[in-house]
């Protein structure tokens, strides 16, 4: 058994959610594993609040609830054209400014647990380009796939009833309408609620493997302008890599972050912007001597990743990932085991990064 090998049979043994003690000891094993290899490092060390995770469940809340207090407002006829409209825009934009600052820690209750970054470079030498994975796993009551069928409904059922507190202006709407727009909220608000955490996840796609492509990097890069950056808290709404990207001057530097490199399905190089999309370009083309079906995309609607607050942050950022429908109902579930996972393709993506 390699030393790889080694060191993610120890990373994979238990769940690494964030802010726990095995968390802090999945980091060790890879930084022995870094330090083994010549690399310096170091923690990042912060705290952040589990409870943002509710910031997408009180949204779905908040929207079932709203389309509830419209629904009289849309179908009856002595009420004010204009009040179905102005009750759903005040309650809809007080929904959102709740959940959105629950999700960024700024209104989260409850504990605040502490967990860290990992920074890993071979000199004193300026960082040209970052390789990124998070470390943190999590589960929950809906799967990745489950995730994205909320957001989805959750856009559906928004778009459905704004559409129909506009066109009350004009006079009252269908009961039927009122009633199905109602009917779609409160089935959205239900698949929210269950984004809550639940259970434990080894992570071994999400992710395992993108711990495995980095080392993967780390071991065959000898240039001194490449560092390794293992984010924490990731799972919690990309605490790691904001904090990460708010302390240090990314302009100009390039990042690749692997992110769920399972066995099979094709293998995504994931941009947000102009810089990201040449420097997929050039990742995809990398790739592409791996004998692996390849593709370019824009990230899409409901699916969060540490590139993109360092693509903000001005770095040529981009995500590469590799899954399929099953790998998404398997991520954010106790399912996400290593049993029956290679990882080879996560270390062959690695290593042809470097």
Not at 56 to 63: E, H, Q, S, T
Not at 295 to 323: E, H, K, Q
Request: net charge positive.
């Amino acid at each position: 058994m390699t030393a790889l090998h080694e060191t993610v049979r120890r990373i994979l043994v238990e769940h690494r959610e964030a802010g726990t003690a095995e968390a802090e000891r999945a980091r060790g094993v890879v930084a022995d594993h870094l330090t083994g290899l010549g690399y310096r490092v170091t923690f990042q060390r912060f705290r952040f609040h589990p409870s943002a995770l509710l910031g997408f469940p009180i949204l779905g809340a908040g929207v079932g609830a709203s389309a509830l207090l419209a629904l009289p407002l849309l179908t009856l006829p002595g009420v004010p054209a204009a009040g179905a409209l102005a009750v759903w825009s005040i309650l809809l934009g007080a929904t959102i400014c709740l959940a959105l600052g629950v999700a960024a820690g700024w209104l989260a209750p409850g504990e605040r647990r502490e967990d860290a970054n990992l920074i890993a470079v071979r000199s004193e030498a300026p960082i040209c380009r970052w390789i990124v994975a998070h470390l943190d796993t999590k589960a929950q009551g809906q799967s990745m796939a489950g995730r994205l069928v909320a957001v989805w409904v959750l856009a559906g059922a928004i778009l459905c009833t704004g559409t129909l507190a506009v066109a009350r202006l004009w006079g009252p709407v269908s009961p039927w309408l009122g009633a199905s727009s109602v009917v779609l909220a409160v089935v959205a608000g239900a698949l929210a609620g269950r984004g809550r955490l639940r259970g434990t996840s080894r992570g071994a796609r999400d992710n395992g493997s993108g711990v495995v492509a980095a080392l993967a990097f780390a071991e065959a890069c000898r240039d001194e302008a490449s560092g390794v950056l293992i984010t924490g808290a990731e799972e919690f709404g990309l605490v790691g890599a904001r904090i990460f990207a708010a302390q240090g001057d990314l302009v100009g530097r390039e990042v690749v972050n692997f992110d769920t490199i399972d066995d099979e399905g094709t293998v995504f190089v994931v941009s947000h912007d102009a810089r990201g999309s040449r420097s997929a370009e050039t990742v995809a083309v990398r790739l592409g001597g791996l004998d692996l079906e390849v593709r370019s995309r824009r990230l899409p609607l409901g699916i969060l990743v540490d590139s993109l607050p360092l693509a903000r942050a001005g770095a040529a950022a981009i995500t590469v990932g590799r899954l399929t429908r099953r790998t998404l109902r398997l991520i954010h579930t106790p399912s996400d085991v290593p049993e029956g996972l290679s990882l080879e393709a996560a270390e062959r993506v690695g290593r042809a990064i470097a």
